[in-house]
C-alpha cells in the first residue's frame, strides 16, 4: 500500500456502466493502451474477438513510453469501442477478465498524480458523468485526506512534478505547495461570493507575478500572509463593490466562441462533446448573429437574471467544488508557463462553463437543475481535458486582444 492524497469525494464514487449517461466507451477518445496489456491482448486467442483485436488495438508508432505503446481504434461509424456490448458491458472483461483491460480502461475516470518525494496524489475526472455528479453536489465542499492505495497491480500517472527538474525554469515550484493550498482556502472562503473569491485570488496572482518578475521568490510567504490579512480583515470590500459588470464584453466572447466552435466542429472530433450545450447556449438567449451585439446582450442578462440567479445563486457550491478540483488535479498554478497565466485559463475555463450554464438555464427556464448543471460541467470537462486546442485557441485570442489583464479577468468572471 502507498501512501496517497486525496480528496473526500474520492471514496464515494461508484461506476454505474451500463446506467451512465455518457458512456466512457463511446465517443471519440484517444486511448492509449499499455505495453503490457497491449502484448496480452495481442496474444488472445479467441474467434470472436482476435480478429477484433488485431483490427482495432494497435501499435503506437509515435508513443514515448510504455503507457502509450498501443491505441485503441474506436469505430468511426458507431463513435464507440467495438469491445462495447448492446447491453452497454466491455466484451473483453466479460469474456477475458479485467486482467486483460489496458490501464486506462480499468483506472478511469481515476488519475494519479507523482510529486517526486510526497504522497501520491489520486483524483476522479469530472469528465466522468458519475464522478462529476459525486464531486459537485456536495454542499459541504471538497475537503482532503491522507490514506493508503494499492499501486502495485495499476497505476496510471496523469502529471509528473520533479521539483528538481522544475526548480531550473521555475524557481518559485518550492512554493507549490503554500500556493496552491492558499488558493483552495480563497475558493472555500464562502463569507465571500465566488466572483469575488476569484477577483480577489487575481489581484494576489498578479501581485505575485510582478514580484516573481523581480526575481524574489522568497517573498511569496510574506505575500500569502499579507493577502490572507487582508482577507480576515475585510480590506477587499470596497475595492469589490465597486468592480464593474460588462455582460456585453461577455457576450462579445460568447459570440466569437460559437463562431469558432462552428469551425472547430469539422476539424476535431472532440470538440463535438460541447456540440449540444453550445446550441442551448444560442438557443436560450436567443442568440441572432444578424441582430446587434446590444439586442443579443439584452436577451443574455434577461435570462441571466430571470433563470440562471434563482437556481445557481444558493448553488455557488457548485462551481466552488469545480474549481477546487481543477486546481487540485491540475496541479495549479504551475498549468501554464507563468502563475498569472495559471490563473488567467482557470478564469476562462469557469467563463466559459457559467456561459453555458446561462444559456442552458434559458432553454429549461423553471426546470433548470443540478442535473444540467452537472451535464455541461461534464461535457465542458470532457472536450477541454481530452483536447486542449479549444480553450487554448479562446485563451490565444484573448492574449492578441491584450485582453489578458486583471481587468478584463474581472468582467469575465462578475454577472
Same mark, same amino acid.
Given at each position: 500500500m502507498t501512501r496517497a492524497f486525496v480528496p473526500s469525494y474520492l471514496e464515494d464514487f461508484r461506476c454505474d456502466g451500463p446506467n451512465?449517461?455518457?458512456?466512457?466507451?463511446?465517443?471519440?477518445?484517444?486511448?492509449?493502451?499499455? !505495453?503490457?496489456?497491449?502484448?496480452?491482448?495481442r496474444a488472445v486467442h479467441d474467434r470472436e474477438l482476435t480478429p477484433l483485436i488485431k483490427k482495432?488495438?494497435?501499435?503506437? %508508432?509515435?508513443? *514515448?513510453?510504455?503507457?502509450?505503446?498501443?491505441?485503441? =481504434?474506436l469505430d468511426k461509424k458507431k463513435r464507440q469501442c467495438v469491445f462495447l456490448t448492446p447491453e452497454k458491458f466491455c466484451g473483453i472483461q466479460q469474456k477475458l477478465g479485467e486482467r486483460h483491460l489496458c490501464n486506462v480502461c480499468m483506472i478511469y475516470p481515476r488519475s494519479t498524480a507523482f510529486i517526486k518525494g510526497f504522497p501520491l496524489e489520486r483524483f476522479l475526472s469530472f469528465s466522468c458523468p458519475l464522478a462529476a455528479k459525486t464531486a459537485l453536489l456536495r454542499p459541504q465542499g471538497i475537503d482532503f485526506l491522507e490514506t493508503d492505495i494499492d499501486i502495485t497491480e495499476r497505476h496510471l500517472f496523469s502529471c509528473v512534478l520533479d521539483f528538481d527538474q522544475e526548480r531550473k525554469t521555475r524557481p518559485y515550484v518550492d512554493y507549490f505547495f503554500e500556493l496552491r493550498a492558499f488558493t483552495v482556502q480563497v475558493l472555500k472562503t464562502r463569507d465571500f461570493q465566488l466572483w469575488e473569491r476569484l477577483i480577489v485570488l487575481g489581484m494576489f496572482y498578479a501581485?505575485?507575478?510582478e514580484v516573481v518578475n523581480q526575481g524574489d521568490y522568497h517573498a511569496i510567504p510574506a505575500e500569502i500572509d499579507t493577502c490572507t490579512h487582508r482577507i480576515v480583515s475585510n480590506l477587499y470590500q !470596497?475595492?469589490?463593490?465597486d468592480v464593474p459588470a460588462n455582460p456585453t464584453v461577455q457576450m462579445e466572447m $460568447? %459570440?466569437?466562441?460559437? !463562431? $469558432?466552435?462552428?469551425?472547430? *466542429? $469539422?476539424?476535431?472530433?472532440q470538440v463535438e462533446s460541447l456540440a449540444g450545450?453550445? !446550441? *442551448?447556449? $444560442?438557443?436560450?438567449?436567443?442568440?441572432?448573429?444578424?441582430?446587434?451585439l446590444d439586442d443579443n446582450t439584452r436577451r443574455y442578462q434577461q435570462v441571466y437574471e430571470q433563470w440562471y440567479l434563482p437556481f445557481m445563486g444558493s448553488r455557488e457550491y457548485i462551481l466552488e467544488n469545480y474549481l477546487v478540483n481543477y486546481v487540485f488535479i491540475r496541479l495549479f498554478p504551475l498549468t501554464q508557463k507563468t502563475l498569472f497565466d495559471s490563473y488567467g485559463m482557470m478564469v476562462l475555463s469557469f467563463a466559459l462553463i457559467k456561459l453555458l450554464l446561462i444559456g442552458r438555464a434559458g432553454v429549461r427556464k423553471a426546470e433548470f437543475d443540478e442535473t444540467d448543471v452537472v451535464m455541461v460541467i461534464q461535457k465542458? =470537462?470532457?472536450?477541454?481535458?481530452h483536447n486542449q486546442g479549444f480553450v487554448t485557441w479562446v485563451y490565444q485570442e484573448m492574449e492578441k486582444q491584450n485582453l489578458l489583464t486583471m481587468a478584463h479577468m474581472a468582467i469575465l468572471i462578475k454577472n
Open positions: 451512465c449517461p455518457d458512456n466512457c466507451c463511446q465517443g471519440s477518445w484517444r486511448i492509449s493502451v499499455d !505495453e503490457l496489456h497491449f502484448k496480452r491482448l482495432y488495438v494497435k501499435r503506437n %508508432r509515435r508513443g *514515448d513510453n510504455d503507457q502509450n505503446y498501443g491505441k485503441l =481504434v501581485r505575485l507575478q !470596497e475595492f469589490l463593490a $460568447a %459570440r466569437q466562441i460559437i !463562431e $469558432a466552435k462552428s469551425q472547430m *466542429d $469539422a476539424k476535431s472530433g450545450v453550445m !446550441e *442551448d447556449f $444560442a438557443t436560450g438567449i436567443g442568440f441572432d448573429p444578424e441582430q446587434t465542458f =470537462v470532457k472536450s477541454v481535458e
